[in-house]
């Protein structure tokens, strides 16, 4: 039997950034390099949980004893984490989704011409919404990566996605973000309190998170 404050308790985390193919040989992404999401998801095997990781493309290898769903684009990690969505009792969702995807995907590398070229994109489903929506007894935590208006625009994501609370991390700052080993981030709750949190190693915020997950658990009943 495993031991830990997780123990008994079943996570699905997300990580790394989606690839949007244009062509057989490109594709759309983002800087996602999949560490904040690998961070979760080994500070939850440590403290007992079950962890379900569906990541995005990185160049991590998945920590031991988690199982890993491998996916490329947003409407492969959408099918996979609602696949699992009815069997877990927490969801962090740490991957950079893109928000778009190449309307069409040319079956032949796209030439060059003399000319430029248009791509024309159209909307991906945003996950994290349809798990708010679909909510049950999951514990639902969020990300939101902002490079302005930190706080209005957190606190309009934990309302709009039905969050339990939200990781928002300004990543324009130095030692926070997208590569990192660190991160600096503020916890924002729905009931507007906000916690800012120092410079931290990537596992360390990843225990910090669990810590509200098993305070906001043991005040919920199933
Ligand atoms: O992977 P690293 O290099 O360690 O970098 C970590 C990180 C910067 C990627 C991470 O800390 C982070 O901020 N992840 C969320 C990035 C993001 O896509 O933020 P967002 O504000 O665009 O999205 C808000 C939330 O909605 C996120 O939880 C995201 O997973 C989710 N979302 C977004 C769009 C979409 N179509 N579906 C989603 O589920």
């Known amino acids: 039997e495993p031991?830990?404050?997780?123990?008994?308790?079943?996570?699905?985390?997300?990580?790394?950034?989606?690839?949007?193919?244009?062509?057989?040989?490109?594709y759309i992404s983002n800087r996602s390099s999949g560490k904040m999401g690998y961070a979760l998801a080994a500070a939850a095997v440590n403290r007992g949980a079950v962890v379900h990781?569906?990541?995005?493309?990185?160049?991590?290898e998945p920590p031991d004893g988690v199982k890993t769903y491998h996916v490329k684009t947003a409407l492969e990690m959408l099918r996979e984490v609602m696949n699992l969505y009815q069997q877990v009792d927490v969801v962090v969702k740490a991957a950079a989704v893109a928000d778009y995807r190449p309307k069409m995907v040319s079956k032949q590398k796209?030439?060059?011409?003399?000319?430029?070229?248009?791509?024309?994109?159209?909307?991906?489903?945003?996950?994290?919404?349809?798990?708010?929506?679909?909510?049950?007894?999951?514990?639902?935590?969020?990300?939101?990566?902002?490079?302005?208006?930190?706080?209005?625009?957190?606190?309009?994501?934990?309302?709009?996605?039905?969050?339990?609370?939200?990781?928002?991390?300004?990543?324009?700052?130095?030692?926070?973000?997208?590569?990192?080993?660190?991160?600096i981030a503020k916890l924002v709750f729905p009931?507007?309190?906000?916690?800012?949190?120092?410079?931290?190693?990537?596992?360390?915020?990843?225990?910090?998170?669990?810590?509200e997950v098993v305070k906001l658990r043991y005040g919920k009943t199933k």
């Open 110 to 183: 796209i030439k060059k011409n003399d000319s430029g070229l248009i791509i024309e994109l159209e909307k991906n489903a945003d996950i994290l919404f349809e798990l708010g929506q679909q909510k049950k007894h999951q514990i639902l935590v969020g990300f939101a990566a902002e490079t302005e208006d930190l706080i209005n625009n957190a606190q309009q994501k934990v309302a709009k996605k039905n969050l339990d609370f939200l990781v928002a991390n300004d990543v324009t700052q130095p030692g926070a973000g997208f590569g990192t080993d660190t991160n």
């Open 53 to 60: 990781l569906v990541t995005a493309p990185t160049c991590l």
């Open 191 to 211: 009931d507007r309190r906000i916690e800012s949190l120092p410079m931290m190693d990537k596992l360390e915020l990843a225990d910090r998170i669990w810590d």
């Open 3 to 26: 031991e830990g404050d997780l123990a008994g308790s079943q996570v699905l985390v997300t990580a790394g950034g989606t690839r949007e193919p244009i062509d057989p040989v490109r």
